[in-house]
């Protein structure tokens, strides 16, 4: 999780609420040459802010909110914001799409009510450090004009999925009456799940064991980090001593538990000295008090985000299996812990009851319950997709404006498509594309 996704979770806390909105008005202020953009609501509700490159774009998600302002009465008289367009990347999201003339940089402000609305909140925006030294550069140089040089184009990553199969080694786990192991188990259903992601462009999962060896939980904490995981998946097979108890299970992280781990980090500083790419070492806080909010607001949003990913991962699960629990239950696991990383365990069945005991050492069934955890955590990446990733190219991006020096060959190796797909989608019978020219993105990651 990087500076931008901490900036999303401060602003998740601001503005969460499950009630469906209005956004009644938008309103575009130049003052002092910056430009502002407010959005008046009829409720707070909880969106998010990102900005996206080739082209330059702002982008602003509301959820569950209708669009009860006309677009074409927004008065885009300024340098920076080109056009704005609205559109759905799923049924429940609205989002904004403002197209910009260059990088910019944000400052978004908390909701606060209005004579106008019930609540509002803002986005100043301002031309990027390296734009303004570049115009400056320009007017001082007109006899002579230098070019400009760019900086380039950041590769797109790959999400990063950490599975985690439960026990292992020294450790089996519980046992059916089969006398089945919960380590083999969690094992031949992670590695399962593992080809499914790997499978998927844009994904890629990472193992905290591959073989039967015992990996203490604190260590499979720090494989996630060392592998700088997107989300955390503990897989188990519940046990109880009534062989009567069966369904799947998800689990997130108490808050209680995230209060404990809290106190953990502030006390081990060297071990852990990074939260979301924000170097605390580097913090000028004697008392701690920074250290201590930046990690609160970090693990309160992880939380949030981690109960979710576990709700949609429970929706389809239904689909193939019993619930022995409809809501995703929270619990002080140590492997959930993580401040930065979202993280669930999915207890699959119970290993106790002879018939969810045959069924999790079916290999037809691991398979299939494998299918609906991954199409859980397909959907919600797709949701939410992490910064400065392929998935986060294809969501944010429906339209590509041909640039100076591009080639339909590189723009396809930009979005990780094929030349040909690309040509498909704009009907194009050569490969001959002009500066200028807007193409369609086909959806190479759905």
Known sequence: MNIGTVFFCFLMLFSINTMAAKLQLIEVKQNAGKTSLSFSLDGAIAHKVFTLTNPDRIVVDFEKTKLAFNLNQLHLNNKLIKLVRSGHPNPQTLRLVFEVTNAVLLRATPWSSTPASNHAFSLDISASQQQKK????????????????TVPVKPLRNVIVVLDPGHGGKDPGAMGPKRSVEKNVTLAIAIKLKQLIDRQPGMRAVLT???????????????????????FISIHADA???????????????????TSEAARWLAEKENYSELGGVNLRGLDDQSGLVRTVLIDLSQTATISASLHMGEGVLRNLTTMTN???????????????????????????????????????????QTQLTQSIFQGLKNYFWEYPPHDTRIEALVGNSLHVVRAGESLTKIAAFYRVSPEALKEANHLSTNQVNIGQKLILPAALS
Not at 134 to 148: E, F, G, Q, T
Request: a positive charge; charged letters at 25%.
């Open 209 to 231: 064991r591959n073989a039967d060896y015992y990996v203490g939980l604190r260590d499979r904490l720090t494989i996630a980090r060392k592998h700088n995981g997107d989300v």
């Open 134 to 149: 570049a115009v400056k550069l320009a007017i001082n140089n007109k006899s002579a004009p230098a070019p400009i040089k």
């Open 240 to 258: 109880f001593i009534n062989k009567q108890s069966n369904g799947a299970s998800v689990f997130a992280l108490s808050q209680s538990g995230a």
């Open 323 to 365: 619930l022995h629990n409809h809501k995703v239950e929270q619990a002080r696991f140590m492997v959930l812990k993580s401040p930065d990383i979202p993280s669930i365990l999915i207890e699959t069945g119970f290993i106790s009851n002879p018939r969810e005991e045959r069924n999790l050492t079916d290999p037809s069934y």
